[in-house]
């Protein structure tokens, strides 16, 4: 075993104890679980999503470092955000996803595997990948909006674009910047977010035993 294979195992090891620890962190409860009521508190809420749900914000710095490798990435990055708005408008319309969470924690271990072993993708696949990962995470997100009125929830919907847009881009520009020096630490970064994944499936496993 390489050098190399040991530091990415280490890695994955180590966010899999850290998140296991942080367990309240992968509640995707801004509003203390209630519904907003006001545009200012659905923006609040489509805001701060992506950023206290662990999962989907290792999904989507993981969705900018693999755009990085595209040089239309931010076209990459609108898919996903677009098919995770279609995503949520399925889940306020009623479609049913058995096994969202499960499905959510698989791709975020699978985005972070592909970004670990530095797998090329055309553009065509990852736009197909990105799509179909979006707009699963999108239905997830789509929970804690149900049900609310028009005005927060187009709200909610804007902050939520916004916000991924930003982190996704944010994520995107660092990669490439790795990406001209030593490239191990973005590999470093998907064995992290692939051991995130690890851990949150492992948490939506834990009740059923």
């Not at 948490?203 to 035993?209: C, G, L, R, S, Y």
């Amino acid at each position: 075993m390489t050098a190399k294979a040991i530091r990415l195992i280490a890695l994955a090891a180590a966010s899999l104890i850290t998140s296991l620890a942080a367990g309240p962190a992968f509640a995707h409860h801004v509003m203390d679980g209630k519904l907003p009521g006001t545009f200012a508190q659905g923006l609040l809420s489509g805001l701060g999503h992506p950023v206290i749900g662990l999962d989907h914000f290792a999904a989507v710095v993981a969705i900018g470092c693999l755009a990085a490798a595209h040089p239309k990435g931010w076209g990459l990055i609108i898919g996903f955000i677009v098919a995770m708005m279609a995503g949520v408008a399925a889940h306020l319309q009623g479609a049913t996803l058995p096994g969202a969470e499960i499905i959510v924690a698989g791709t975020v271990i699978a985005l972070g595997l592909i970004l670990a072993i530095r797998r090329d993708l055309s553009a065509a696949v990852a736009l197909v990948l990105f799509a179909a990962v979006g707009w699963v995470h999108g239905y997830a997100l789509g929970e804690s909006i149900f049900g609310a009125e028009q005005t927060p929830l187009y709200a909610y919907l804007l902050g939520l674009a916004v916000i991924q847009s930003a982190i996704a881009l944010a994520a995107m520009r660092v990669a490439q910047l790795l990406m001209q020096g030593d490239a191990l630490r973005l590999r470093l970064a998907g064995a992290g977010i692939a051991g995130i994944g690890i851990a949150i499936l492992a948490q939506q496993a834990v009740p059923a035993v």
